[in-house]
Every structure is written in structure tokens, then in C-alpha cells.
């Protein structure tokens, strides 16, 4: 089987932020949190003998809101030796900047940096790149207010990748592509990523049903994503500006633009491809999955 990469969904009980694009917020999750050593082993050896080398550390809501199972996964990765040399965080970027100082030790002293203790887990985990969802590149009081993160966690886009290239990460910028973007050039949107510090660039066409179960979050897709136009002109802008790197297994060809990579994700949900398997989803209840929003997908 060919499969991409391996998506580990970390359970939590609903999401801090309230992304009115949200894929989780359109259907209810069955999938119950049951972590069992030999059953996730199992399936990640599974992944890893399909010669998946890249696994994807995301959920339905902010991962760090279930420290626990980050902190398991993490031992769970130890003991199995690093089964992925390439391991990715997906996160809006709410909890990663937070910081304590380490009163209780006796050498600590007033004007020691303080100590980001969620960036600590992410190292231990062997975490390279993080994968940053982004509404909005240009105005961070719009970024936080579309994405809905609570009072107290709002950031700083810049500062924030500051302090994570700071600690060794890859930083990839996961543009969802509403009409914030219309009135852009796509060239200014490259160079935007480019000031804020990104290495990688997803352009990430919105996905919504296309049927007749209602939900608030298509709705909105609908009512606020980028025009057909606009999808165009990024495409046939990356084409014109960028170099041809490699094409990824499900379809789309990297480029290299000023020094980042960048690609367009027209298919999120891996509803078009049959032949490759975008990926496979370790779910919370530690059940192999090929799709998000199908039970019917499990594997094993």
C-alpha cells in the first residue's frame, strides 16, 4: 500500500479555538480516547513497514490541551527507537509560547530566559517541523479573531515563529485560503511568509459537505472562502514564480520559491485520490482509519 504519512490524533473533549472552517466541527466524533501501548504499537509498526517515514501529531482540538498523551507518545516514541525520522506538530500556535521560570531551583537567577514548557515536550517527542493554521498572514488581531482563540492565548504570529526557529523547528505556514486573501497579491503573500520567518508554505483550498447534512462550519466555507479565481492565480503564480522540486505521492508538485517550499492542498480530506493514501489516522481510540470522516475507512 502507498501510503504518505501517519496522522496520530491526540483526544480532547471539544477545542479552545472556534474556527468557523473547522473539518472536526462539521461531524461528531464516535471515536472514543482508549490509549493501549500494544495496539498503538502495532499500528504504527503497520505504518512504518508501508515505509511511511513521516508522522503528523494534530487532533480535533488543540493537541496541548491533552499534555498526558503527548507526554506517552513521547515514552511510546522512546521505546520503539524513533520510528519516524520526520515527525510534524499541527497546531494554530495557541499554548506553545507559554512560559514558567524555575523558582525552585537554587541556581536559578531573575535574568535566566524563561522556560517554554510545552516547546521542552515537543523536542522529547523528536517534533521537527510545526505546522502553524493560519486565517490570516497580515493582521494578527483578524488571525485570532477568525480562528476564535480565547482571551489570554492570543499571540503574535512573528514573535511566535521567532521563538520556535529560535528552538530548532521547521516552521510551515498552513494558509487557509479565505476571502482575507482576495484583495492580496499572491506574490505578497509569499513575501509576507517569507518576513515572518516560514521555511514551508501549504496553500489549503477550504473543504466543506457537499451534501445535504447541514452544518454551520460548510456554511460559512461556502459563504467565505476564496473564489475559483483566486485559487487560480495562486496556482498559476507558484508555477510562474517558483521551481519544480518533486511531485508527493497524492498528487501536487513542490516548488521552491524564494528559498521556502510551497505547495497547494486542494484535497484535505483525500476524497479525490483512490490509488495513494494521502495518509492513515491513528484515532483516540487507537484504531486505524484512511479517512476523517468514515468509519467505514478502518483498516484494522
Given at each position: ?23 472536526s ?14 495496539q ?25 490541551q491533552n499534555?498526558s ?19 510534524e ?9 507559554e ?7 537554587f ?8 522556560i ?50 529560535k ?8 494558509l ?31 473543504y ?16 467565505n ?39 497547494i ?22 484504531k ?13
Amino acid at each position: 500500500m502507498n501510503i504518505q504519512t501517519i496522522s496520530i490524533v491526540v483526544p480532547t473533549k471539544g477545542c479552545v479555538n472556534k474556527c468557523p472552517f473547522c473539518v472536526s466541527r462539521m461531524h461528531d466524533s464516535p471515536y472514543e480516547n482508549n490509549w493501549n501501548d500494544v495496539q498503538m504499537i502495532k499500528r504504527i509498526h503497520y505504518a512504518v513497514m508501508n515505509n511511511v517515514n513521516t508522522c503528523i501529531i494534530t487532533g480535533t482540538g488543540e493537541p496541548f490541551q491533552n499534555p498526558s498523551f503527548l507526554n506517552k507518545l513521547s515514552m511510546l516514541f522512546r521505546r520503539m527507537d524513533s520510528p519516524f525520522p520526520n515527525i510534524e506538530f499541527q497546531t494554530t500556535g495557541v499554548f506553545l509560547s507559554e512560559s514558567e521560570r524555575d523558582f525552585d531551583n537554587f541556581a536559578y537567577r531573575k535574568e535566566d530566559p524563561p522556560i517554554y514548557k510545552n516547546i521542552k515536550v515537543l523536542q522529547a517527542i523528536g517534533v521537527n517541523t510545526i505546522s502553524l493554521s493560519v486565517a490570516d498572514i497580515f493582521d494578527d488581531g483578524m488571525n485570532n479573531k477568525i480562528i476564535g482563540i480565547p482571551q489570554g492565548l492570543e499571540f503574535y504570529l512573528y514573535n511566535l515563529i521567532q521563538l520556535l526557529k529560535k528552538n530548532g523547528f521547521n516552521i510551515r505556514l498552513s494558509l487557509n485560503l479565505t476571502m482575507n486573501y482576495e484583495g492580496k497579491s499572491v506574490t505578497d503573500i509569499i513575501e509576507r511568509a517569507k518576513y515572518l520567518g516560514a521555511d514551508q508554505i501549504t496553500f489549503r483550498k477550504l473543504y466543506y459537505l457537499d451534501n445535504d447534512e447541514f452544518s454551520l462550519q460548510s456554511y460559512w466555507v461556502k459563504e467565505n472562502s476564496a473564489t475559483p479565481d483566486f485559487l487560480g492565480r495562486v496556482d498559476d503564480t507558484i508555477k510562474a514564480v517558483g521551481k519544480a522540486l518533486y511531485r508527493l505521492p497524492f498528487g501536487p508538485i513542490v516548488y521552491s520559491i524564494w528559498g521556502m517550499s510551497v505547495v497547494i492542498d486542494d484535497d484535505c480530506m483525500n476524497k479525490t485520490n483512490h490509488e495513494v493514501l494521502k495518509y492513515v489516522i491513528l484515532r483516540e481510540n487507537g484504531k486505524l482509519y484512511s479517512q476523517w470522516d468514515d468509519v467505514g475507512s478502518l483498516i484494522f
